[in-house]
T-cell receptor
Framework: GAGVSQSPSNKVTEKGKDVELRCDPI?????LYWYRQSLGQGLEFLIY????????KSGLPSDRFSAERTGGSVSTLTIQRTQQEDSAVYLC?????????????FGPGTRLTVL | QKEVEQDPGPLSVPEGAIVSLNCTYS??????FMWYRQYSRKGPELLMY????GNKEDGRFTAQVDKSSKYISLFIRDSQPSDSATYLC????????????FGGGTRLMVKP
């Protein structure tokens, strides 16, 4: 079946511009996560959506970062006024929520380069 | 100091070797321990997960967790060139939305 998809696969932008990154989770998965993977920092949690609950935004690095999830499915991560330190691979993952442990399935990521 | 520490490598081994990958952590609340494999320009894929302390085997892969030492390991037997990838350990607390805390990853190269 179809896995997690992300678009675009690559994005080059100029410092100060806004960008939107999209994630399509696996159909039926109620939980959705965004992570950032950068050199020197590894893979860091950004935000978590579960069903209709308020998202866990504890990993967002600044108020320039926001995310929404419409209709419990597709999610968009928005970075306003991009900075060079925002350059990274942004990964989305989704999971079913059946118990206390639920496997997260990752998408291929969006590689963001801020010039 | 990061919550999860992992030697970045690279680790280069000949085909057929036994590979040992390790992580240490500081958060005693971690209950679930995972190993992900990530090929270049791909997303991580789950290899194994274990709950609490103990060993778990799956084919050529064995995961070990020692909670008393806050130390986890992944062993790969009869390593193959196709095992060449970055291996990420990850951990989560129970009832925390399964938010994963990752190590920095170890790059493994298996030479034919």
């Amino acid at each position: 079946g179809a896995g997690v998809s992300q678009s675009p696969s690559n994005k080059v932008t100029e410092k100060g511009k806004d960008v939107e990154l999209r994630c399509d989770p696996i159909s039926g998965h109620t939980a959705l996560y965004w992570y950032r993977q950068s050199l020197g920092q590894g893979l860091e949690f950004l935000i978590y959506f579960q069903g209709n609950s308020a998202p866990d935004k504890s990993g967002l690095p600044s108020d320039r970062f926001s995310a929404e999830r419409t209709g419990g499915s597709v999610s968009t991560l928005t970075i306003q006024r991009t900075q060079q330190e925002d350059s990274a691979v942004y990964l989305c993952a989704s999971s079913l929520v059946l118990g206390s442990y639920n496997e997260q399935f990752f998408g291929p990521g969006t590689r963001l380069t801020v010039l | 100091q990061k919550e999860v520490e992992q030697d970045p490598g690279p680790l280069s081994v000949p085909e057929g070797a036994i590979v040992s990958l390790n992580c240490t952590y500081s958060n005693s609340a971690f209950q679930y321990f995972m190993w992900y494999r990530q090929y270049s320009r791909k997303g991580p894929e789950l290899l194994m997960y274990t709950y609490s302390s103990g060993n778990k085997e799956d084919g050529r892969f064995t995961a070990q967790v020692d909670k008393s030492s806050k130390y986890i390991s992944l062993f790969i037997r009869d390593s193959q060139p196709s095992d060449s990838a970055t291996y990420l350990c990850a951990m989560s607390e129970a009832n925390a939305g399964n938010m994963l805390t990752f190590g920095g990853g170890t790059r493994l190269m298996v030479k034919p």
